[in-house]
């Protein structure tokens, strides 16, 4: 149950750009798709929020991109819970690139939690507060660089 938990992306042909590297829109599914890995080895795979009749939209995305990323190339993209607000919760993103462990891309999704049938927000039951632990301070992941 990892409380940081990273994914290697070696980028395809289909993540590249017009400009040679890879699509700014890449990392927003790359974002989701983390989440969704985080979540389910959390054992919160899609199927349980189904389920329970509830779920997690994106209320807000946001994203710095520090380098761009290239074909071929390994990126370990690492995400986190950064706070659980009783309807809500941030995410956060760092990914980089794995030969020389530059930084990439920071990022920062703002979920909220809600109820599957009406689409209105709802409280995060406790057994899912309970199955993620809050990461508050970035340098603990940023350490990972460095090792």
Known sequence: ????FTAEITVA?????????????RYVAWMQDVA???SAAQGWPMTRYVAEGAGWVVRQHTITYKRPA???EVITACT???GIAPRACPRRYLFWRAADKTVLAEAETQWVFIDLKT???????ESLRTAFEVVEDEAEV???LEG
């Open 70 to 72: 290239f074909l071929g």
């Open 36 to 38: 969704v890995a985080h």
């Open 80 to 82: 986190w819970i950064a």
């Open 13 to 25: 042909q289909s993540d590249i750009d017009i400009q040679g590297h890879v699509n700014n829109t």
């Open 1 to 4: 149950m990892p409380r940081i």
């Open 119 to 125: 689409g209105r927000p709802t409280k995060v039951p």
């Open 142 to 144: 940023k350490k990972m």
